[in-house]
């Protein structure tokens, strides 16, 4: 099994800044991926950034420029992720997912889910 482990979440006013880690271990042959999704109450689960193992990172357009991905190590059966979250708004405000794509073995792989942290930015 692979259990995520995220921290870093709560309440920080608007232009505020919060930083969240996820700590992926266990069956970990090698990780693909590690990524954060956001779910806002009422509103589909959204990718909001992904890094690769190789080192590439991605960001969805409501996030770009604000938000930096880090961390990640494809050869280490323990990887973590950081997500660096500056110029907060109240558009922000939701739970917060990491998302872990590793292999468990040399041809199987998997996504893994961490189980929320809660980001409210509220004055």
């Known amino acids: 099994q692979v259990q995520l482990v995220e921290s870093g979440g709560g309440l920080v006013q608007p232009g505020g800044s919060l930083r969240l880690s996820c700590a992926a271990s266990?069956?970990?042959?090698?990780?693909?991926?590690m990524g954060w999704y956001r779910q806002a109450p009422g509103k589909q689960r959204e990718l909001i950034a992904t890094?690769?193992?190789?080192?590439?990172?991605?960001?969805?357009d409501s996030v770009q420029g604000r938000f930096t991905i880090s961390g990640i190590s494809g050869l280490s059966a323990q990887s973590t992720v950081s997500l660096q979250m500056n110029s907060l708004q109240p558009e922000d405000t939701a739970v917060y997912y990491c998302n872990a794509r590793v292999y468990t073995d040399s041809s199987t792989w998997g996504d893994y889910w961490g189980q929320g942290t809660q980001v409210t930015v509220s004055s």
């Open positions: 266990g069956s970990i042959f090698r990780t693909i991926a």
């Open positions: 890094r690769t193992s190789g080192g590439s990172s991605n960001y969805a």
